[in-house]
């Protein structure tokens, strides 16, 4: 699975939106980006996934560059909830696979 | 709330003991994973179960061990325990977990995990 580099921490401002941006050069074609997020030793939770094109839900937006070497995770309108440790993870076939976690990015929503 | 529990939440015990740690997955899911987190080591995969039988192992240690039941809940046992063993262990499920399909996706959803604290 090809390797992801996350900035280390962000701060974001209540209520504006969250850029979190991944870089992936390696990334193969059959490989998906996935997003996780950590709130304090809770268990990881999943966000949103994407092969090729941009996704929405209803907790996230993730925009994947047309050569798919890095993407950006959007948190549309952050709340103080949202501070966590952000995981952006490039998988391969997930079915069957394992998630390796890297440094993640550590994102402070202050008031 | 992913669907997947974990019990016990807490676990406190001593140097050379024995644990068990169990998870049930999401209703109608195949797979679960097991996940160490510690201070030092960050979450780490330890192995993968599908409906019943193992399929992948990570970094598990040999005194460490674990198996999945008939009705698709799944034990880790923790022996010989050391106090490099305390860390949040966390269990995911997923509804496949089949190789087959190289294109397929299959999300893996986190329990809340056990923290053990080995004294």
């Known amino acids: 699975d090809a390797k992801t580099t996350q900035p280390p921490s962000m701060d974001c401002a209540e209520g504006r939106a969250a850029n979190l941006p991944c870089n992936h050069s390696?990334?193969?074609?059959?490989?998906?980006v996935y997003w996780y997020r950590q709130i304090h030793s809770q268990g990881p939770q999943y966000i949103i996934h994407g092969l090729k094109n941009n996704e929405t839900n209803e907790m996230a937006s993730l925009i994947i560059t047309e050569d798919r070497k890095s993407s950006t995770l959007i948190l549309p309108h952050a709340t103080l909830r949202d501070t966590a440790v952000y995981y952006c993870?490039?998988?391969?076939?997930?079915?069957?696979?394992?998630?390796?976690f890297g440094g993640g990015t550590r994102v402070l929503v202050k008031p | 709330d992913s669907g997947v529990t974990q019990t016990p939440k807490h676990l406190i015990t001593a140097t050379g003991q024995r644990v068990t740690l169990r998870c049930s997955p999401r209703?109608?899911?195949?797979?679960v994973y097991w996940y160490q987190q510690s201070l030092d080591q960050g979450l780490q995969f330890l192995i993968q179960y599908y409906n019943g039988e193992e399929r992948a192992k990570g970094n598990i240690l040999e005194r460490f061990s674990a198996q999945q039941f008939p009705d698709l809940h799944s034990e880790l046992n923790l022996s010989s325990l050391e106090l490099g063993d305390s860390a949040l262990y966390f269990c995911?499920?997923?509804?496949?977990?089949?190789?087959?399909?190289?294109?397929?996706?299959?999300?893996?959803?986190f329990g809340p995990g056990t923290r053990l604290t080995v004294l």
């Open positions: 390696t990334i193969s074609g059959n490989e998906y």
């Open positions: 995911a499920s997923s509804s496949r977990g089949e190789r087959g399909d190289p294109l397929s996706t299959d999300t893996q959803y």
């Open positions: 209703s109608g899911d195949l797979s």
């Open positions: 993870i490039v998988i391969f076939r997930t079915a069957g696979n394992k998630l390796t």
